[in-house]
């Protein structure tokens, strides 16, 4: 579907060719070369910037304010109240973006700021609703790449995902796709399970991965595991987590328990019957706990999401002035003091 048949079917024209959405946290050193590189940026039909800073410890919000007073494009700067998370900041920018196409990428550099063009172009050409990309080569640390590897396999089964497509935050979206995902109001977003339930016209596009300009992934293991049980089960609470993660440990144990108890029964003479009966006992009691924390784990988030836990509150929004204030996408509990 073309840009021009897809204004037809929605009945509205998009006043921009391009949204770029950025979720900032920590990304005070990057930033404002990535900005001032988008907006050097010769996009035909014009082109946004919307920065989302995701309660950043660091300076990023003073330095994201100085750039939508400094910018040569339009600039929308949406500050929520506290951390929310990746997704959740993603989601937050999607819903003020008015681009007929949207790309979402990390403020660390690592995607060049040139790829932006080409991924648009390839978008636009082929009339894929997703394009997401792909590297020859990541560069991440090694744990990084093996979990995203995890991820990406177990997405496989999850999302019904196709085995050789590469799911990466640096994607180019219709504003089709992102209308519709945008009407998810869950306090646990995954976007990539959002698009795949939308759609399945999707590429892929191969593209350069830079080292990290400054500074370290804000992505630790206790995060990706926040976003594998999202993708998992989409609802979560902390204490049944920890009973989940408790059910792993005690399996474990029960495994290793189990194999001294079998070496025991070959190296001396316990009761008869002992042996099996302790093995099982060990091994079905950490499984037990395992099912009982992964049913909590469905049972409280769909008690969280009844009670209304918000995706995000806005807690300011600053625009250029060259930035048009257009309606946005349904809002989720969005408290908006805006700015310029």
Request: proline share 5%.
């Amino acid at each position: 579907m073309t840009d021009q048949e897809r204004t037809i079917s929605n009945g509205a024209a998009y006043p921009l060719a391009l949204s770029i959405v950025i979720p900032v946290y920590n990304g005070a050193g990057s930033i404002g070369e990535l900005v001032r590189a988008l907006e050097e940026l010769p996009i035909q039909g014009g082109h946004e910037i919307i920065l989302v800073n995701d309660g950043s410890p660091d300076d990023s919000l003073e330095i994201c304010r100085a750039l939508v007073e400094s910018g040569h494009v339009p600039i929308i700067l949406i500050n929520l109240a506290r951390n929310y998370g990746e997704h959740n900041a993603v989601m937050a920018g999607l819903r003020h973006a008015s681009g007929a196409h949207v790309i979402t990428m990390d403020d660390d550099l690592q995607n060049p700021p040139e790829e932006v063009e080409r991924l648009l172009a390839f978008a636009q050409a082929s009339g894929k609703e997703v394009v997401y990309t792909c590297y020859n080569e990541k560069q991440h640390a090694i744990w990084r790449n093996m979990a995203s590897r995890f991820a990406n396999l177990v997405a496989n089964f999850v999302l019904e995902k196709p085995s050789d497509l590469y799911l990466s935050s640096f994607r180019c979206m219709s504003a089709f796709v992102v209308r519709e995902i945008t009407r998810y109001e869950g306090p646990f977003p995954y976007v990539d399970g959002l698009i795949f339930q939308t759609t399945h016209d999707i590429d892929s596009l191969v593209v350069r991965h830079l080292p990290r300009a400054t500074g370290r992934s804000n992505y630790t293991m206790r995060r990706l595991l926040r976003l594998w049980l999202s993708m998992f089960v989409n609802f979560s609470v902390m204490p049944l987590r920890i009973s989940t993660i408790t059910g792993f440990v005690l399996s474990g144990m029960g495994a290793v328990a189990s194999a001294m108890v079998i070496a025991e029964a070959l190296t001396s003479s316990p009761p008869v019957g002992w042996a099996s009966l302790m093995a099982a006992l060990l091994l079905l009691s950490g499984v037990q706990l395992v099912i009982l924390g992964i049913v909590g784990e469905y049972i409280g988030r769909l008690y969280l999401t009844a009670n209304g836990k918000p995706q995000s509150v806005v807690k300011d929004i600053h625009r250029s002035h060259s930035a048009r204030v257009v309606e946005t996408r349904p809002s989720v509990r969005l408290v908006e003091s805006t700015g310029k």
